[in-house]
């Protein structure tokens, strides 16, 4: 029987898990979405996800392929609800949508953006989404730091060691800080992002920002090319994987 491809659109807080990627022993993202698919599709399914989050982060918009037996799963409100009511309520599912029988999730993906929350008030409906810690860096500073990554491909030095990529390149698009209310917000758009990178720059940062490390010296960080060279790596609370891009001719009626 011919298989149909389709992408679902996902969103889910990341505190429970340990991470999107299917792991043995652990409770996984994919995991429960599989299992899901599975049982309300009445066929077996396996999901493929637009990257790997890690334990703890965090996703408002999340994208992952799979194929089923079954036509017309688009915009099939019984389906939705019936899904999201068997998902766990800290995930849920917007939408399904046809594309093209070659589409995959994580390869076609033009962009993805992240952002990073920090708070310097003690909130406690927040504390599982944000990195509260007091004081307010310099944003003017770390602005200054975040025009400079534009000017790089290679982020090795902001990368997880011993990680099995093959590439350490990456085309970043935008980067920047702004205040949201009594939260600071940092924004990130790229091509890719490797494996702990935007925690790892937001760390480094925010020694930017408190007058640890000048502007400038995010520059020799970069070149090092050595993950040592750079600050600690933000908690994984604060971290949201907020949007995905793909090119529209993949998606079918």
């Not at 009445?42 to 989050?53: K, L, M, N, S």
């Not at 502007?215 to 994987?241: Q, T």
Request: aromatic residues 12%.
């Amino acid at each position: 029987m011919d298989k149909h491809r389709y992408f679902i659109f996902l969103s889910y807080k990341g505190t429970d898990y340990h991470g999107w990627q299917i792991q043995p022993g652990e409770k996984t993202i994919q995991g429960i979405v599989e299992k899901s698919l599975s049982v309300i599709l009445q066929e077996e399914i396996a999901v493929t996800g637009a990257g790997r989050t890690d334990t703890g982060v965090h996703a408002r918009k999340f994208t992952a392929h799979f194929d089923s037996e079954k036509p017309k799963l688009a915009n099939d409100q019984n389906i939705l609800f019936r899904l999201n009511s068997f998902l766990p309520k800290d995930i849920s599912v917007s939408e399904i949508q046809t594309v093209k029988g070659e589409a995959h999730a994580r390869f076609d993906a033009l962009s993805r953006t992240y952002e990073y929350y920090i708070t310097w008030e003690k909130e406690p409906f927040m504390y599982e989404y944000s990195w509260f810690r007091y004081g307010i860096p310099d944003i003017d500073r770390m602005n200054l730091a975040a025009s400079y990554l534009l000017h790089y491909k290679d982020f090795t030095s902001f990368s997880k060691t011993h990680t099995d990529v093959k590439t350490f390149i990456c085309r970043i698009d935008s980067a920047g800080w702004v205040l949201n209310n009594r939260q600071l917000v940092f924004r990130i758009k790229a091509d890719r992002f490797l494996r702990n990178m935007v925690r790892a720059i937001v760390g480094t940062m925010i020694d930017i920002g408190t007058g640890k490390t000048e502007p400038e010296e995010i520059k020799k960080i970069i070149e090092a090319k050595n993950r040592g060279m750079a600050g600690i790596s933000a908690p994984a609370e604060g971290l949201f994987l907020t949007d995905i891009e793909y090119p529209v001719d993949i998606f079918t009626l």
